[in-house]
């Protein structure tokens, strides 16, 4: 039975206007490889990768700054090269995706929640509730959200003792990200939240004495998914490329767990000596990775666009 | 117009004392102030008068009233770090930020703009589809790689240009220090602010092109040319005027965003500005200057958009008619 009605979700999704656009979209097709091909191999980075970067007795100082397998005095065994403590470029970039993708998706994730519910109540009680909600979403939305990460980064840094900064800061990370993030997800739930909340259908549910949180989750929730969708999928390009000019910056992940923008850090105090490959390649593992993300965004939008069809 | 300035004007009251009021309570409960400001063999008693001396005894409304009446007079306290005014900190490093961020956006329009109308009127060519590619790169490269980049190549492998710090100043008016006097100032431009405004000026571009093609299928440009006005007049009389509406709108909030964008690209090229200047106060916790900063930005911003609002209500008849109904 439970069965057959997965089926028939997928049969559903297959004749769907969505697949359809996806299946005409060559764009659309080779993002959603790359992308799909970049979270997996961030995924199983300790079973892919060559080397185990931060195995301390695997790697070995003699091995430092080797250049990329193809140039002079390169090293078969790094392919990418190996950085200033002789640890496998190709590998620290796997392992440090892997933190750029965990924090881009908890931190959207995060802002999805505190967007979607303060948009949905915003919408639906109005009234004071949702001129005071939207109101300091039009404080917060004249600021760039790389200064609100900021300041919150920075007000953690001061709140939390020091001795716990380094186990906390990819939770203060994710808190910050997904903060200066849910004004958009909660405007477009509120404005779709209005419109639903008229609708006869609502009304009926009201009338018969469904709750209003059941009425919220079950009726007008599914409605407004749509442009979250997009949002969320654009949320993440930025999300990942703010987590990385905070690790960029100094103040995002600590170096003990790099992500992209730590290695891209690192990398840069060596640009002067020539060791290009050690901040080029994550930086292009980061601009692929935000590229497929990107023109994904961009199919979303179009497709599920009513206008544009 | 004058209740609506007047609204406009009220509404950034409120704004800034939301953010005077976050600023104060960063300054207040994020760590302790007198333990910031002391050093480790201070007795409980001198600690005790500093911190009447501070204030920091009076109620809570008492002392947001002072610290929002100094902020005002530009007083934001000692920094933790410098043991110095911060007002002095920031006023030193105020002109290297504004340098920056004016050329950049002068660079932005001044590119951003004619590749939009470019891109708009032949949106089947090549030249068209390679620069879109290009601007859709633009958005995906975080700032401070493109500074990385250029970096690596003008300054690595070419050897052209510096690639840090603002070269030679001169000093005018005492505070004032500008890199636009000497040659090896201006070449310590050239890489920062390509670098700063590459981003708005992608977005720039992409909005240009976005509200020309729009405009290019009303009825009135299509009448225009049924009129038998040669392409010339009909794009840059009728649809481009029509186009910088808008435009002038996000130049106007890009330009608050340039300030802000600042602090990355400061970072990477170690620009002796005020962002550079907040991004160490953040990894010192040096709080009176990250609060200083935030109320500066928030200034600026508010100002900003106020400007904006009002050039739009004074450029746009629309609006007008509307209130009056």
């Known amino acids: 039975m439970e069965q057959a009605i997965e089926k028939s979700r997928l049969q559903r999704f297959l004749d769907g206007d969505l697949w359809h656009s996806f299946k005409r979209n060559p764009v659309a097709i080779i993002s959603f490889i790359v992308t799909v091909i970049m979270i997996a191999a961030a995924a199983f980075a300790p079973l892919i990768a060559p080397h185990d970067p931060f195995n301390l007795a695997a790697i070995d100082i003699m091995d430092a700054s080797v250049p990329p397998a193809w140039q002079e005095f390169g090293d078969p065994r790094f392919v990418l090269g190996t950085d200033d403590q002789g640890r496998d470029i190709f590998s620290t970039i796997l392992y440090g995706a892997r933190i750029s993708l965990i924090v881009g998706f908890a931190s959207v994730i995060f802002a999805m929640v505190v967007g979607i519910s303060l948009g949905l109540i915003s919408g639906y009680v109005g009234g004071r509730t949702d001129a005071f909600i939207m109101r300091i979403a039009d404080i ?52 779709s939240t209005l419109v639903e909340k008229n609708k006869e259908y609502v009304q009926a549910a009201r009338v018969i004495g469904i709750r209003p949180l059941t009425i919220l989750w079950r009726h007008v929730l599914p409605n407004v998914m749509g442009p979250v969708m997009v949002i969320a999928t654009i949320h993440l390009a930025l999300a990942i490329i703010t987590e990385a000019t905070l690790s960029f910056l100094g103040v995002g992940v600590p170096p003990t767990t790099p992500s992209l923008g730590t290695l891209i850090r690192i990398g840069n105090e060596y640009l002067f000596s020539g060791d290009w490959w050690i901040t080029i390649f994550p930086g292009v593992a980061l601009v692929i990775l935000v590229l497929a993300v990107n023109l994904l965004g961009d199919w979303l939008r179009d497709a599920l666009n009513p206008k544009l069809r | 117009m004058i209740a609506f300035i007047f609204k406009r004007l009220l509404q950034s009251v409120v704004v800034m004392l939301t953010v005077a009021l976050i600023a104060f309570a960063m300054f207040r409960f994020v760590g302790d102030p007198v333990n910031n400001m002391v050093g480790q063999d201070t007795t409980d008693t001198e600690r005790a008068q500093l911190a009447e001396s501070l204030g920091l005894n009076d109620p809570f409304i008492v002392q947001f009233g002072r610290f929002a009446f100094n902020a005002m007079r530009g007083d934001f306290g000692i920094s933790y770090k410098y043991r110095r005014p911060v007002s002095e900190l920031i ?28 891109t708009a009127l032949r949106s089947k060519g090549i030249i068209s589809k390679g620069i879109m590619v290009l601007s859709l790169m633009g958005v995906s490269l975080p700032t401070f790689l493109i500074g990385i980049l250029l970096i690596l190549l003008f300054g690595v492998v070419l050897r052209w240009l510096p690639t840090f710090g603002r070269g030679d100043v001169v000093d005018i008016y005492g505070w004032w220090t500008t890199g636009f006097l000497t040659v090896s100032g201006l070449k310590s431009l050239i890489l920062p602010s390509i670098t700063l405004a590459i981003f708005q000026l992608t977005l720039i571009m992409r909005l240009v092109r976005a509200e020309m093609l729009e405009v290019l299928r009303t009825d009135f440009v299509k009448f225009a040319r049924a009129r038998g006005l040669p392409d010339r007049a009909v794009h840059f009389k009728h649809a481009l005027k029509n186009t ?82």
């Open chain 1, 140 to 191: 917060q939305l004249s600021f760039p959200s790389i200064l609100i990460a900021l300041l919150i980064d920075g007000v953690a840094r001061g709140v939390v003792p020091k001795e716990m900064h380094t186990d906390l800061s990819i939770y203060v990370l994710i808190f910050a990200i997904g903060v200066s993030g849910w004004v958009q997800y909660a405007r477009t739930v509120r404005g």
């Open chain 2, 91 to 118: 006023l030193e490093r105020l002109s290297a930020t504004l340098e920056l961020s004016f050329v950049s956006a002068v660079l932005a329009l001044v590119v951003g703009i004619p590749l939009g109308v470019y």
């Open chain 2, 244 to 325: 910088l509406v808008p435009v002038i709108t996000i130049t106007g909030l890009q330009l608050g965003a340039l300030i802000a964008f600042a602090i990355i690209t400061e970072s990477v090229f170690q620009w002796p500005g005020m962002g550079l200047l907040f991004i160490q106060a953040v990894a010192d916790v040096d709080i009176p200057i990250m609060a200083a900063y935030l109320v500066l930005i928030a200034f600026f911003f508010v100002v900003i958009n106020m400007v904006v609002d009002i050039l739009y209500y004074a450029v746009d008849p629309r609006l007008r008619a509307d209130a009056a109904v």
